[in-house]
Every structure is written in structure tokens, then in C-alpha cells.
């Protein structure tokens, strides 16, 4: 009898935990219709890389966050492509990319390496890849503004420097560094908007401005300023 109760008992308790599990089993099986995550699905479902004193709970928060990290790849996965087709920064995408591929995993946006492994995925990679990407849509967004600045000349000097500057910057040194990761908004973003700006304010002045210069009398001490 006491053998009985306590089968009882331990059934009932893990039963309690089975239905417990199944809510984070089918949010952790939402993430598997990406083909890169079942396998990271079935290694946490199993517990391949959990320590085996790994609480229940802890695991179940490793099955509620795969479909986060699912969507986070198919964020990054997109940001990749535009940084791929942009000739901009492909060449230093690719370059970064294949110099963090196969180094050891290290906490990046507050996950751990010990998480990354269990879930099989590297942040640096993901974080590269949306920052790059991020960078394309605002080469992309900022583009006509760059454009209407280098058609008005002579504003366009700082921008050119500003480009030339941050080519140099993207690509690897000669001591064989890798190429520096994409910054936001970047010194040439910065540029384009400080230029567009200051335009915009020539643009705003320029029917005070003809007025001095036609009066002529004042014009002399708007030229010494």
C-alpha cells in the first residue's frame, strides 16, 4: 500500500507538471516553422544541453522564449538581405560576419552565452545582421536628401568628406582587422541630415537674404559675418 501511494502521489505530481509543460511545448512547437529552430526546439524539449539540476520552470521559460528568438530571426534574416544588396556595405557585412561566425559565443544584448547555447543561437550574429541592415534602410531613407545636397554643391563638400571617411573606417586595416560593425544612425546619416537641414534653412532665408543684397546697404555687414 505504501508503494502504491506513493506511485499515486508521484503521478499525480507529474501530471500536475505535464499540464503545466504543455502550454510553453506549444509555444516552443509555434517556433519550428522556421527549419533553422526545430532543432533547437527539439534540444530544449529534450534537455540535450540542460544541466540535468535545471529546474522545470527555467526550462520552460527556454520553450516560452523560442518564438521570440524565431521572430527575431526572421527580422534579422530580412535586414541581412538589405544589407547584402546595398554595395554600400555588403563587402563589410560579409567580412564581419565570417570573421564572428565560428568565434566563442559571448553576451551580447543581455543574453548569456550559457542561454545561447541551449537555444542554438548566436546574438552577435542576429545583432550584426540588424544593425547592418538597420544601416541600409537609413542609406536608403536618407538617400534624397543626400542627393538634393550634392546637387546644391556647395553644401556638399562635409558630406562627401563624411562618406570618403566612413568607407575608410568599414574597411579592414592592414593589420588584418575585421571591419568595424555598422553604427546608428552613422557619421554619414548624421551628416546628410545636418546638410538637408542647414539647406532647408538657406531655402527659409534666401527671400531675406535677396532683399539685403538688392538694398545694398545692409549687405556689407551680413558679407562681413
Known sequence: CARMSAFRNWAAWEGINAIMDLPFVVLGLASAVIPTRIKAFISVLLRIDL????????ARVYLAMLPILS????????????????????GAFLRLMSAKWNDKLETTCNLSPDFQKVVLWNARLRSIAIRSGLASLLDLLLLPLGLMVCI??????????????DRVDREPSAAGLTAQEAELPGPVHQMALKQSTLLLCDLLTLPSFVV???????YPFM???
Do not use: H, W
Not at 544541466?51 to 527555467?58: A, I, N, Q, R, V
Not at 521572430?71 to 555588403?90: G, H
Not at 539685403?212 to 545692409?218: G, N, P, Q
Open 223 to 225: 558679407k562681413a559675418q
Open 212 to 218: 539685403v543684397f538688392l538694398t545694398r546697404y545692409r
Open 152 to 165: 546644391t554643391l556647395y553644401r556638399a563638400g562635409p558630406l562627401v568628406s563624411a562618406m570618403c571617411s
Open 71 to 90: 521572430i527575431c530571426d526572421m527580422l534579422a534574416a530580412a535586414l541581412a538581405f538589405l544589407a547584402i544588396v546595398n554595395p554600400l556595405r555588403c
Open 51 to 58: 544541466e540535468d539540476d535545471l529546474e522545470d520552470c527555467e
